[in-house]
Structure formats: C-alpha cells, structure tokens
C-alpha cells in the first residue's frame, strides 16, 4: 500500500509553508533548485511548493507524493507550474521506478518524515544516474548538545502532529553513508530569530552520486 494518510497534517501543512515562504523557505527553495537540468524526481512533494521554482532547463518533473490530500493538492500546482510536472503515488523507500533514469533527485524537508531514511537514501541513489545529483533541503539534529536534548525532548510529540516528522533526526550525517560525496552544503538556522525551535537546524546542499 502506497497512500500514508496524514489527514490533519495534510489540511494544515499548506498554510504552514505558506507562513514559512513569507519568512524566507521560497529563498531557499529556489537556491536548492538553482542549476537543476534534465530530468528530475521529486520525492514527497507536498503540496508542490518547490514547482515554481524549477528552472527551465529542467526538462521533466516527476513528483511523488503518498498522502492523498496533499497529491491531489500537488496536481493542481503541477497544471501551473513552469515546466512539466506529474505526480503519481509513491514512497522513496521503494520507488517502484528504473534504476538510474534520473538526473537530479530533489528532497525537500520530507527525509524527517520517511519511516526509514537510510533505505530512503539507498533507494534514491539507485534511481540516479551515475554523477547524478541529490538536492536537499532539510532540517536536522541541532549541533549542540543542549539543542539534541530539546530536540528529543520534541520528538516525544512533533511526529504525532507533523505527519511523522522526527526533530533530532541526523540526514545530513546519513547522506555520505550510502554512497553520495557532499559538494555543496550549508548549515543555518530557520527561522534565524523567534521562540526557540527544535526544528531550526537546516542544511541545504549537493551531493553527487559516486
Ligand atoms: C513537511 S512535508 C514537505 C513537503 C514538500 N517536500 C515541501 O518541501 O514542502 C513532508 C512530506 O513528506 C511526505 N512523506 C512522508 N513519508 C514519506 C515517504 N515514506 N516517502 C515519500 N514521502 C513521504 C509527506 O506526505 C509530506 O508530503
């Protein structure tokens, strides 16, 4: 079974990243997409919040996307996007698509969210053309240990109110460990001020498929 619901999360998500776009992730989306080309898998794409900002030398989009909700919410921003957008059902740990038939595999704050983010990796590499690229945006375990400790303290709830989301969740440490080299990354905090966030430590970075 392909579908995960996360019907409460599905309705409030949009207006969260709405909220989020206004205090700056529309920047950071369109740098992780800057320079993409050819053909392009988007893994858990949400509501399609990334599509805008695909480039025009990128020929294809094929977006995945397991919750229901957010899928059908997907096509619609597929049918206004700049360049051609599918969305089809799908899980990034077992993809169901060719192996290395990709150029460019985008993951934007959805490798928190996979039951299992090693084989998530794994899986996206096999997809993946030899030199091909991973793009990722993502929030990640914090770098003090005062921060790991609220971290965790979260993880006791955030999965239960944002669709599976783990806080103290390492990726930027799993994405070596399954065959990529790192070629661009940088660390920051989102959002830079406010109430303290267990979710504020973010990467976003390059890694190419050895
Ligand atoms: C926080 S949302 C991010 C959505 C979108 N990538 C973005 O940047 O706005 C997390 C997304 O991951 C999806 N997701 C959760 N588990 C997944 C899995 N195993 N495979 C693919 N996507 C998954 C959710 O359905 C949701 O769309």
Redesign the pocket.
């Given at each position: 079974m392909t579908d995960?619901r996360?019907p409460i999360f599905a309705r409030l998500?949009p207006r969260i990243?709405a909220a989020s776009a206004k205090a700056g992730s529309d920047a950071h989306r369109a740098e992780l997409l800057a320079g993409a080309s050819g053909r392009v898998l988007e893994?858990?794409?949400?509501h399609g919040?990334?599509f805008p900002h695909y480039p025009p030398e990128v020929t294809e989009v094929v977006a995945?996307?397991?919750?229901p909700r957010?899928r059908r919410a997907a096509m619609a921003a597929a049918a206004r996007a700049p360049v051609p957008v599918s969305v089809r059902p799908g899980?990034?740990?077992d993809l169901g698509l060719d192996t290395a038939s990709f150029d460019v595999v985008v993951a934007?704050?959805?490798l928190c969210?996979?039951?299992d983010p090693l084989r998530?990796l794994a899986e996206i590499r096999r997809v993946l053309k030899p030199g091909g690229e991973l793009r990722y945006y993502e929030h990640v375990r914090g770098s003090s240990p005062r921060k790991v400790r609220f971290q965790r303290y979260a993880d006791l709830v955030w999965p239960f109110l944002s669709?599976?989301?783990r806080v103290a969740r390492p990726t930027d440490a799993f994405i070596p460990r399954v065959g990529f080299t790192v070629r661009d990354e940088r660390r920051f905090e989102f959002p830079g001020s406010g109430p303290p966030n267990p979710a504020s430590p973010h990467v976003l970075g390059v890694a190419v498929r050895d």
């Open positions: 995960l996360h998500y990243a893994v858990g794409a949400g919040a990334n995945v996307e397991p919750e957010l899980r990034a740990e934007s704050l959805v969210s996979v039951r998530a669709g599976g989301c």
